[in-house]
């Protein structure tokens, strides 16, 4: 028997009895909360010309997108996501300038990631667009939507985070940020990499107030405090106040209908996705390590099907909400455990004594006798477990972990979506390249040359983008100082800590890439959900570090 007969590619799978039965009773709930709100019902074909998704119309790069002919030799493309078939739609058929409308929709899409690790490929999504209505007014009714249909597929503990697409604009123009630095800064809280944006706000040379707005990018705890120095500090620049007096406007509709609890602000948080303009936000809760809702508004897109007319969308991916409802265990918050990933060795030892200061032990950990893997501190509701650095952002990505320890080589060559909260100023080294003294002249007539590498990522980061000199990539997974010196390799890209092992083997330091350290990671949804414990934690170790 052929087994390609029974089995599904990767990235799709069957559903049947139980499981399906729950998929289609937590539709039908959706669908439910979506009609009290006056939805109306639209279906879109599941495949539309390649322009609809286009780079500047739609959110998925069109590498990933799955692509064929039809009989005509026009590019096709299975829809990625809905908003602009919807938008096409809408264009089309409703008189916008008359009467806003709400359309729901429910259906499979299509990404062809390859690096989509454990994702589907196919999944159902379901969601709203609300169109013709530009209004605060709109943008709270959506959300009040959100929060209804999470109730109703039963889960009760959510937080919504909101930024402002234009908010981050108005920054970069007030502050007169060139391209180059905003596409750093733009990079930074893309990954997340708290530290990193507070050290460009540091750094910037502009007015107090425009520096407290920068700073705002990096706060993860925005208070009622904050958030209304934050309309003082604005009033000076108007386009910043333009995004800003829209939020408050938002807060105050959401706190008529009564959801403010579930809604927090997060200036530092952007989309990839270019059409939107207004409010964007993700939703999350326990049992899925990723937002289970994530919307905007997008006021130009339907410009690109020929009608202006405002519109915010949100969208579900039924499948991921079904993990979480079966996951989302009734454990009450205050008996939640804290789980920590540490990466093995030298790290987890420092990181521990560190932890030790502030009221935090484990002493089993080190155990050399016990095979256990999980370590409690049952008092404070702490859990442990070790894991090979490599492997801890990805722990922490997945929420299997709530925050990791790890070197900062490790986060840049994993390029997991992960918060990077907190610098531990211990594990201090460089990465580098390295190589005999003859490789030198190599390096500086950028020649075509062999690097040998733990770190693949970063060696084509440093090499392609920052030197934009073309190398052949050569990976290893340890004693990398080998390669040059039995002609495997002409340099290395290596961790260098005292430079020991490069001057007994005749080797040393050619060029410097970055400097690194332990950090600490944390995983986006319990950077919301546990985020009193979580900045309570930081605040600790920022006072003993
Ligand atoms: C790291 C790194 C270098 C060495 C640098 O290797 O890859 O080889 O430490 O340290 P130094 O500058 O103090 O000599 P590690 O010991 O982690 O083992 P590996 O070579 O197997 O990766």
Aim: proline residues 3%; charged residues 25%; contains cysteine.
């Amino acid at each position: 028997m052929n087994n390609k007969l029974l089995h599904t590619p990767d990235g799709v799978r069957d559903l049947y009895n139980e499981e399906y039965k729950k998929k289609l009773s937590l539709q039908d709930k959706l669908h439910q909360v979506f009609e009290n709100h006056g939805c109306i019902d639209i279906q879109t074909p599941t495949f539309e010309y390649f322009d609809v998704f286009s780079n500047q119309i739609g959110t998925t790069p069109s590498k990933d997108l799955f692509k064929f002919f039809d009989t005509e030799g026009n590019t096709v493309v299975l829809r990625p996501d809905f908003t602009p078939s919807i938008a096409r739609c809408a264009a089309k058929y409703f008189d916008l300038e008359e009467e806003p409308v709400k359309l729901c929709y429910m259906g499979n899409t299509f990404i062809n990631s390859s690096d989509y690790q454990g994702r589907l490929k196919e999944s159902t999504q379901c969601g709203v667009e609300f169109i013709g209505d530009g209004s605060a007014n709109a943008d709270a009714q959506m959300l009040a939507m959100v929060v209804d249909a999470v109730k109703a597929i039963g889960i009760e503990d959510m937080q919504i985070s909101i930024g402002h697409a234009g908010f981050f604009d108005a920054l970069l123009t007030e502050a007169k940020v060139d391209k180059k630095a905003a596409k750093k800064l733009r990079r930074l809280l893309d990954n997340k990499n708290f530290l990193g944006v507070e050290a460009f706000a540091e750094n910037l040379e502009v007015e107090e107030e425009l520096k407290q707005l920068f700073c705002l990018l990096a706060d993860f705890d925005i208070t009622d405090e904050d958030f209304n120095n934050a309309l003082k500090c604005a009033s000076k620049y108007p386009k910043i106040a333009e995004a800003m007096n829209s939020l408050d406007e938002l807060r105050t509709n959401l706190k008529e209908k009564g959801i403010e609890k579930y809604v927090s602000f997060e200036f530092g948080m952007i989309s990839n996705y270019e059409y939107y303009t207004g409010i964007i936000f993700a939703g999350y809760t326990y049992g899925l390590g990723e937002p289970i809702v994530k919307g905007g508004r997008y006021d130009t897109l339907l410009s690109n099907f020929g009608k202006d007319a405002p519109a915010i969308g949100f969208a579900f991916v039924v499948d991921q909400l079904l993990t979480a409802v079966s996951t989302n265990k009734s454990t009450a918050k205050e008996d939640r455990y804290l789980t920590f990933a540490l990466g093995k060795g030298r790290l987890a030892k420092k990181t521990l004594k560190i932890f030790e200061e502030i009221g935090i032990t484990c002493e089993e950990i080190f155990d050399p006798n016990t095979r256990k893997l999980i370590f409690v501190n049952e008092e404070l509701k702490l859990r442990f477990f070790l894991a090979k650095g490599p492997d801890v952002p990805t722990y922490v990505e997945h929420g299997a972990a709530d925050i990791g320890i790890v070197g900062k080589d490790t986060i840049l060559e994993e390029d997991k979506n992960v918060y990077e909260v907190l610098d531990l100023g211990f594990g201090n080294c460089r990465m580098c390249i390295c190589g005999p003294e003859s490789a030198k002249e190599l390096l500086q007539h950028q020649e075509q040359i062999r690097v040998a590498t733990k770190y693949p990522q970063i060696a084509k980061e440093y090499f392609y983008n920052k030197k934009h000199q073309t190398v052949e990539i050569i990976k290893l997974n340890g004693s990398i100082e080998l390669a040059p010196i039995v002609g495997l390799s002409d340099v290395i890209c290596d961790i260098v800590e005292t430079g020991a092992t490069l001057r007994e083997n005749g080797l040393g330091v050619l060029e410097e890439v970055c400097n690194l350290s332990a950090r600490m990671i944390v995983n986006q949804v319990s950077m919301k959900m546990e985020n009193e414990r979580i900045t309570k934690l930081i605040r600790d170790l920022k006072n003993v570090l």
